[in-house]
C-alpha cells in the first residue's frame, strides 16, 4: 500500500510539472561554455507566478513579460560542471514542483572547430526535392501539409534519410561540404516544403525526420571529412509558429498599425536604406521592420529578450548538430546593430567557425558594406561582423556573360571587372561564388542546356577566388525558370531520389548521356580542386579579356595554376609571353582534363567556347 501512494504522489508531481510547464528552451545545455550566462525561457500556463531557485546553479535573474505565461530565468554555468540539476518553483516561498536541467559535456575541441573556408566545395540542396529516404515520415500526424508529389508547389517527401544515403554520391563527385535550406519545423498549411516560415526553432521538421537524425547526418558527413551548414533565419518566423501565437511581449514582432489585423505590412525591400545616408528613417525603417511575406512575421531583434533566445537557438545547434557553419538568410533585412551583437556573440563562442550571410545587392560596395571589419561599414561606425557574403555580382553577370561577346563592359568582361572590385572587401577569398540557388533560375535553362556554358561557367566558379557553391541538379543539366513556371520549376525532384523513379541520375548507369557529359566534367573539375591548394588560397592575377579569352592565375607558393576561358564561336591561340607574370619560369603544364603536357614557351591553342585548366610543372 505504501509503494502504490508513493508511486501516486510521484505520478501526480510529474502531471503538476507537465501542466505549468508545457516548454524549456533551450531543452539543455553544456558546461564550459564561453556564453555561459544562460537565459532558460519557461512556458506554461501562469508560470509567471513561481519563484524559482536552485541549488547548484545560481539563479542571476527572473523576467517577466506582460504575458503571465512566460518566465526567463537567467542562471551562471560558469565552473558548473556536467550533470542534471534542478529548478525549484515556489509560491509564497513554498515549494510547487520541481524541474530537471541537464548540463552535458561538450565534445573535446568544441569551441575551436574549424569552419567552411575557400578549400570547400558546397553542395546546396533542398531536403524535400533531392531524395526520399523514409517514405514513412512522409505526412505526420502533427503538421498540416500532407505530402503530394504532384503538387509542384507541395511536400515531396524528402527527407535527411534521403540525404545520408547519397553522401557516398557527392563524396564521389568532389563535394565536401552540404548547405541544406532550412530543416526545422514549418508548420504552414500550404508551401512548407521551402521551411524558410519556422514554426519551432528547437525541432526538426518532423517530414525530414527528428533532431537525431540531424545529429546522425551531421555524424556520417564527418566520418567522410564533410561539414554541414545549416541555413538560419533570424529576420522572420512562421505565422504558425508557438511563440507567434502566444507573444511573450506585444513588440516580440514588428506589429504595423496601418496594416492588416496581424499587423502584417510588406517591406519595400530597399536594403540600400540600411547605409544611404540620406535615407530617410521612414523608409529604412519599412525595409528592417516590415514582413518578407504576409506568413513571415518580422522579429523585432531590438528586443533583448529575443536577440538572445536567438543567440541561444543558434549556439544550441552548432553544439548539438557538431555544425560547421551557418548560412544566414536575408542578413541584410534584419535590424543591422541587432544581427550584428548576434553574429558577434557566435563568433565569440567559435572564434574559427564560418558563417555566410544573404546580401542579394547587385553592386560591390553594397554587398561589401555587410562583410566583417569593412572600411565601407567603419565610415559610419558599423561592424556587422559577418565573416563571409554570396557574390551575387558575379551571379548577375554569370547570367549574361556566356551570351554575350566581350566587349569593353559585356561578354567576358563582366568577370574580369567583378574581381577588379576585390578591395572593397575585407576579405575577398571568404564569399561564396556561385552561378545558381534556389532562388534563381537555373543556369543550364539561362544557357538553354548548352554544355559548353555549363563548363565555363562551372571552371570559373571552381576556379577562382572564393568558397565555390553549386545548386543540387545543375550537375546532371537540370533546368528549370522561375519567371515563367514558378518556384517549383527550379526545385524539381532529383531523378532517382523516390523508390519508382523511372530514372536514377545517382548513378552513372542511370544517367543518360546527356546528363554524363554534365556529370562528369564536374567530377573531373571538382576532384582536382580538392588537391590544388592554389585554388583554395592562391593569389588570384588575371588578364584584360582579348579575343573573348580571358586568362587568369592562381598562384600559392610553387604552385600555380594558370586558367583560360574561350568565349569565342572560334578557336583562339595566345601568345605565352603576354602572360610570364603568371607563367614565371615554367616551360609546361598539364592540362586537367586530358592529363596532356602543354607547352607554355611559345603559343596555346584553346578550343572554341571552352575552358583550359592548367596545372603547371
Request: net charge negative; aromatic share 12%.
Amino acid at each position: 500500500m505504501k509503494k502504490q501512494w508513493i508511486l501516486y504522489v510521484f505520478l501526480l508531481h510529474c502531471a503538476l510539472v507537465n501542466a505549468q510547464i508545457e516548454r524549456m528552451e533551450p531543452p539543455f545545455w553544456w558546461s564550459d561554455m564561453q556564453h555561459h550566462t544562460l537565459e532558460i525561457l519557461f512556458y506554461g500556463k501562469n508560470i509567471a507566478q513561481f519563484e524559482v531557485s536552485s541549488t547548484h546553479i545560481p539563479v542571476t535573474n527572473i523576467k517577466r513579460t506582460e504575458n503571465p505565461n512566460y518566465l526567463f530565468v537567467s542562471v551562471d554555468t560558469k565552473d558548473v560542471k556536467p550533470g542534471k540539476y534542478t529548478f525549484d518553483f515556489l509560491k509564497n516561498n513554498k515549494k510547487q514542483f520541481r524541474k530537471i536541467y541537464e548540463l552535458k559535456q561538450r565534445k573535446v575541441g568544441s569551441a575551436l572547430r574549424k569552419g567552411f573556408d575557400a578549400s570547400d566545395v558546397i553542395y546546396l540542396l533542398m531536403p524535400d526535392r533531392f531524395a526520399n529516404g523514409n517514405p514513412e515520415n512522409d505526412s505526420t500526424l502533427d503538421t498540416s501539409e500532407k505530402v503530394n508529389r504532384e503538387n509542384p508547389g507541395g511536400r515531396h517527401g524528402g527527407d535527411i534519410k534521403g540525404i545520408i544515403n547519397h553522401l557516398e554520391y557527392l563524396e564521389d563527385l568532389g563535394i565536401t561540404t552540404i548547405w541544406s535550406t532550412p530543416l526545422l519545423e514549418d508548420n504552414e498549411p500550404v508551401y512548407s516544403y521551402h521551411t524558410y516560415a519556422q514554426s519551432d526553432y528547437y525541432k526538426i521538421d518532423p517530414r525530414f525526420g527528428t533532431n537525431d537524425d540531424y545529429k546522425q547526418l551531421s555524424y556520417e558527413m564527418q566520418q567522410k571529412n564533410m561539414k554541414l551548414i545549416m541555413d538560419y533565419v533570424t529576420n522572420h518566423w512562421g505565422s504558425k509558429h508557438w511563440m507567434i501565437q502566444d507573444l511573450p511581449t506585444k513588440d516580440w514582432i514588428h506589429f504595423w498599425n496601418d496594416g492588416d489585423e496581424t499587423g502584417f505590412k510588406r517591406s519595400n525591400y530597399r536594403m540600400t536604406t540600411q547605409y544611404d545616408p540620406n535615407a530617410s528613417k521612414t523608409d529604412a525603417t519599412g525595409c528592417m521592420n516590415g514582413w518578407f511575406d504576409n506568413t513571415m512575421p518580422d522579429m523585432n531583434q531590438q528586443n533583448p529578450l529575443l536577440l538572445n533566445y536567438m543567440i541561444q537557438n543558434a549556439i544550441w545547434w552548432i553544439e548539438y548538430a557538431d555544425l560547421s557553419g551557418l548560412r544566414v538568410d536575408t542578413y541584410s533585412y534584419n535590424d543591422k546593430e541587432s544581427i550584428a551583437k548576434w553574429t558577434k556573440a557566435i563568433i565569440e563562442e567559435y572564434p574559427n567557425f564560418n558563417i555566410v550571410g544573404e546580401v542579394w545587392m547587385h553592386n560591390q560596395a553594397a554587398i561589401a558594406y555587410w562583410q566583417k571589419d569593412s572600411k565601407i561599414g567603419a565610415i559610419q561606425d558599423y561592424n556587422s561582423n559577418l565573416p563571409s557574403l554570396m557574390d551575387f555580382t558575379l551571379h548577375d553577370a554569370i547570367m549574361v556573360m556566356f551570351k554575350e561577346e566581350t566587349g569593353w563592359d559585356t561578354g567576358l568582361q563582366r568577370a574580369y571587372t567583378n574581381f577588379s572590385f576585390d578591395y572593397l572587401y575585407p576579405n575577398s577569398n571568404n564569399i561564396l561564388v556561385f552561378a545558381g540557388n534556389h532562388d534563381t533560375n537555373r543556369i543550364n535553362e539561362i544557357y538553354k542546356d548548352s554544355i559548353d556554358a555549363y563548363k565555363l561557367a562551372m571552371a570559373l566558379i571552381l576556379t577562382t577566388r572564393g568558397i565555390p557553391q553549386l545548386y543540387y541538379g545543375d550537375e546532371i543539366g537540370m533546368q528549370g525558370n522561375r519567371d515563367i513556371k514558378g518556384d517549383g520549376d527550379i526545385r524539381k525532384d532529383f531523378p532517382g531520389g523516390w523508390a519508382g523513379d523511372s530514372k536514377n541520375a545517382f548513378t552513372k548507369e542511370g544517367r543518360t548521356a546527356n546528363q554524363e557529359k554534365y556529370h562528369s566534367f564536374l567530377k573531373t573539375l571538382l576532384q582536382f580542386r580538392k588537391n590544388t591548394p592554389a585554388l583554395h588560397f592562391g593569389k588570384l592575377v588575371h588578364y584584360i579579356p582579348q579575343n573573348q579569352v580571358y586568362v587568369y592565375f592562381r598562384k600559392l607558393e610553387a604552385q600555380t595554376v594558370m586558367v583560360i576561358l574561350n568565349n569565342s564561336n572560334t578557336d583562339q591561340i595566345i601568345q605565352s609571353n603576354r602572360f610570364l607574370e603568371g607563367i614565371e619560369n615554367a616551360k609546361t603544364g598539364k592540362n586537367i582534363f586530358t592529363n596532356q603536357k602543354i607547352d607554355l614557351t611559345t603559343t596555346i591553342t584553346i578550343t572554341k567556347k571552352s575552358p583550359l585548366v592548367i596545372l603547371l610543372d
